[in-house]
């Protein structure tokens, strides 16, 4: 054997070890390659459906690149410059990690004897973050008290409308379509299974398959890049226009088509509930439930009467003395006003395409056929209409997104062979053991309720309050996420209400909030008052150069242990008849210097502050939860009712003062869900625990006595004591949108457009990035630079010679709110005409980021954060902004941090 200089073997470590990619918050199965000590290769996991089996994308193999990044945060450091800004140097010195976890400790405590709401958390789901988000920093801030619980740019960009529409239609988190058997997919500002970060592996994966086989995929997007470039026909739409594209196309199929699923809308949606004049549902007197007609027995009964022998769908009738019709018929007629023409003069897509769309869509949906699955026999709907981040991230998004699933379920093509699926809402549990089980469940409307979900839940909708956090989602509770309080009129709204208190310390994890939310402006203005921030991070970045003043040194994916590389299987999990999966992240290699698992550290300081007996609590409540009994919802709000929880139903995994190690904690989980044989030493040798899905599970949608509201009814029923609230505030919403029949409403975007200020800008995924974190990585640098489109701003080239401009000029894009960017123009045919494009989140300004620094325009310097620019129903950002375009000769973003050098 070859000796080394230092009389050891030249190779005496060399293992392969099976863990999950932090690329993005996919969460592929990988296997990374160790050689003495040192990460040397990643590869996909080729026996796992929880990613591409075997292939991974760039960002998974430059993750080697960011452990070994010289510019790591490795201790933990304390801000010198009293001074916070957007340029403002740290000057950090070195600390310990008991100075750090001391002075955080002493103030936590004073708030949680003050008021816990003068904590304010949150976080991302970025790079080596999102899967600690059930077990780790969203919890920690629950279980001390606090609501006020702010996401990063991965929230407020991704999809305040699609998770809460997700979560009403498919009790998920997003949807895709079912690629093995479906024939027709339309995708509406959706990168689904070619760039989009859920579950991007496996989708590609699918896809591609599906591509092959011949499925035909319409795209419409404003550009032709990933799904478009990929798609059968490309379709040029403006932004924030799909949802009117959906209704015209509902509208044509019910009312001049006529071919819909009876069966489903009947016994699967509220459609055949009775709607009274004041919109909201005719109830039973005595029991309160819902009423339909039945037209067999020619009388009102309640929705779930077992002697009905024909629900009634279309019609007038009277009940108690009121006139009253089932919800569809109200649908069916309010649908006509979205006419082909009206949708192509808002979107200027043509009106002979969308009807020819309409009915290729309706004819591929073969209503009535069926499909035998392992002996199980399932509706055969092989089409599906998905929206994600780009169609639903304007003003309209609630609306847009729901008239799209409204598309989808008036043929019946939710959760079925074929159709539109969400991630698994449905699972029985691993079968030696009965656990790690979800299923949705009616309501006592009988409307489709999540076994669990993340942060925030869509059914059933709370109380209207008057707003006393600094995220006001209380005002509003069908909001998913909020742009509040980093918004330019959070304080007068604070203001009007007393400012009841003061946030006094936010910790943040894994986030950039200054360059991936919103206006950087409007950002530094807020966290600049906040007396002190604390970030977990891998590496510097904006934020924590600007506005921390204690940064705590968080491990890297390869470095670190994880149970759930998600939230739960509504997450990110393999869609259809792939596999069951439950992949566990574990370290390659150990972590260097003083860097700690972000997860380990939160219990160090619940113990400085006498927390630690009710985080042992909440761990066992939450994994008794997914072993049977749903005790909590997953959602965040349902953590802070743990002492409401009969304490017989909990299985005790972990004592009241216990301190154990995570891959401690992950053993006894993983144990209690898969058996004793499934430990961490069984997980140490395979990466992952895998059985066999069950038809029923991944198509459960006839199996599952539940219906969904496409009459939103609970809108109707929100609306009074919205209003009353929000005055109260002194908050002005578009209150029209509070409509339970699905309608469309303009994108503020489109209602600025001026002759002055004529094009569109919007930002899109890019395939090789994942919010800020990945363009300090030197592979993906380099590709992008190679890449025409990254790094600059696009315009359709026709638009551009019509302005004087052309390939390689230095351009400005301004606002009508004075908001300017500047970047390098690059003009392509696949384009629509009225807009300008930039990708990613790049125009890095952070010192410790040399790699990304000055790189790119930074999109969100453009966007306002406020109520106007916001959807009343989701509070979804406008992710859109209207600009006018002329040429410059200098950045101007950088000025006064070497601009003058870019």
């Known amino acids: 054997m070859a000796m080394s200089v230092k009389g050891k073997p030249e190779i005496w470590d060399d293992e392969w070890v099976y863990t999950t990619c932090g690329g993005c918050y996919g969460q592929c199965s990988i296997r990374g390659h160790r050689v003495n000590g040192v990460v040397v290769k990643i590869e996909g996991n080729p026996d796992s459906d929880f990613g591409p089996r075997g292939g991974i994308c760039a960002k998974s193999e430059a993750m080697i690149q960011a452990l070994y990044d010289p510019n790591r945060y490795n201790y933990p450091l304390r801000r010198t410059n009293p001074k916070k800004g957007l340029f403002e140097e740290p000057k950090w010195e070195r600390i310990s990690w008991d100075e750090a976890l001391d002075e955080i400790a002493k103030r936590l405590k004073k708030i949680r004897a003050e008021n816990p709401h003068k904590l304010l958390h949150g976080g991302t789901p970025g790079p080596g973050s999102g899967p600690d988000l059930p077990l780790g920093f969203g919890v920690f801030g629950a279980v001390f008290g606090t609501k006020n619980w702010y996401v990063g740019g991965a929230g407020l960009h991704c999809g305040s409308g699609s998770h809460m529409g997700a979560g009403l239609y498919h009790a998920s988190w997003s949807i895709v379509p079912d690629f093995k058997y479906c024939n027709y997919a339309i995708q509406m500002g959706s990168n689904k299974g070619t760039a989009s970060g859920h579950s991007m592996g496996f989708n590609m994966r699918l896809a591609a398959d599906a591509r092959s ?41 019910l009312n001049e088509i006529g071919t819909y699923d009876v069966e489903f809308i009947k016994m699967k949606t509220n459609g055949p509930y009775l709607i009274g004049p004041d919109g909201k549902y005719v109830r039973d007197k005595k029991t309160n439930k819902p009423l339909v007609w039945d037209a067999k027995d020619k009388k009102a009964k309640v929705f779930n009467d077992p002697s009905i022998g024909d629900y009634a769908i279309l019609g007038e009738y009277e009940v108690n003395g009121v006139k009253c019709h089932p919800s569809f018929q109200l649908i069916k007629d309010h649908v006509k006003q979205y006419t082909p023409e009206q949708a192509e003069k808002e979107s200027t897509v043509p009106a002979s395409t969308v009807r020819r769309i309409a009915r290729e869509w309706v004819d591929a949906a073969m209503i009535g056929a069926t499909i035998e699955i392992e002996g199980e026999k399932l509706p055969l709907r092989p089409v599906a209409a998905i ?6 991230g304007h003003t309209n998004s609630a609306q847009s997104y729901c008239a799209m699933c409204l598309l989808n379920g008036i043929v019946g093509a939710m959760d ?10 449905y699972i029985e549990g691993y079968p030696d053991t009965g656990r790690f089980t979800v299923k949705p469940y009616p309501c006592k409307d009988g409307l489709l309720t999540a076994g669990t979900f993340m942060e925030h839940r869509p059914w059933p909708i709370e109380e209207s309050q008057v707003p006393y956090t600094y995220l006001m989602k209380e005002l509003t509770p069908t909001a998913s996420f909020s742009p509040h309080p980093v918004t330019s009129d959070f ?15 936010a910790m943040i994890f894994g986030s950039n909030m200054v360059r991936s939310t919103q ?24 934020f924590c150069e600007g506005f921390a003043d204690i940064v705590l040194p968080d491990l890297h994916p390869l470095e670190a242990y994880c149970l759930f590389g998600t939230h739960g299987p509504f997450f990110n ?7 069951w999966n439950f992949p566990v992240r574990q370290p390659v290699v150990k972590p260097a210097y003083e860097r700690r698992n972000k997860l380990e550290v939160l219990w160090d300081l619940a113990d400085r502050i006498g927390m630690r007996a009710e985080m042992n609590n909440y761990y066992n409540v939450y994994f008794t939860s997914f072993g049977g009994e749903a005790l909590i919802g997953g959602d965040l709000d349902s953590i802070r009712h743990l002492g409401d929880i009969d304490p017989k139903k909990v299985v005790q995994l972990i004592k009241p003062d216990e301190k154990i190690t ?18 961490m030493e069984y997980i140490s040798k395979h990466g992952s625990v895998d059985w066999d899905k069950k038809p029923q599970e991944a198509y459960w949608r006839w199996y599952v006595d539940v219906r969904i509201p496409i009459y939103m009814e609970h809108l109707a029923e929100l609306k009074e004591d919205v209003i009353k609230n929000a005055e109260k505030a002194g908050i002005e919403l578009d209150w029209e949108q509070f409509t339970p029949l699905i309608s469309y409403f303009p994108p503020q975007v489109g209602k600025e457009i001026s002759d002055e200020y004529d094009l569109y800008c919007f930002s899109y995924r890019d395939i090789l990035h994942n919010g800020t974190y990945t363009m300090e990585m030197p592979w993906l640098d380099e590709v992008s630079r190679l890449n025409p489109y990254t790094y600059n701003i696009t315009m359709n080239a026709a638009t551009a010679a019509k302005k004087g401009l052309k390939d390689g000029d230095l351009i400005c894009l301004e606002s009508p709110y004075g908001r300017k960017i500047t970047g390098t123009l690059k003009t392509m045919q696949g384009q629509h005409p009225k807009t300008v494009a930039i990708s990613a989140c790049s125009g890095a300004w952070a010192k410790g980021a040399p790699i990304a620094y000055g790189k790119g325009t930074n999109f969100n310097i453009l966007l306002e954060s406020d109520f106007k620019h916001a959807c009343p129903v989701s509070w979804s950002q406008e992710t859109a902004a209207t600009v006018k375009v002329y040429k410059v000769d200098r950045r101007i973003e950088y000025d006064g941090v070497g601009g003058d050098k870019l």
């Open 416 to 425: 079925v062979p074929g159709g539109t699926l969400g991630w698994p809402a």
């Open 213 to 253: 086989r011949g499925m035909k995929n319409v795209v419409f997007d404003p550009i032709c890049n990933f799904g478009g470039g990929k798609a059968t026909e490309w379709i040029p739409i403006l932004p924030g226009t799909d949802g009117i594209v959906a209704m015209a196309m509902v509208n044509i199929i």
């Open 491 to 505: 304080d007068k709204y604070w203001d009007k209400l007393g400012r009841p208190y003061e946030v006094e310390l």
């Open 387 to 392: 929206m994600f981040r780009g169609g639903q």
């Open 662 to 679: 995570y891959d401690e904690m992950m053993d006894r989980a993983l144990k209690f869900y898969f058996g004793e044989e499934h430990g």
């Open 519 to 542: 206006n950087r402006e409007i950002a530094a203005s807020f966290w600049g008052k906040i007396p002190f921030i604390v970030s977990f991070n891998i590496l510097p970045n904006e």
């Open 573 to 579: 999990h393999p869609i259809g008849m792939e596999g």
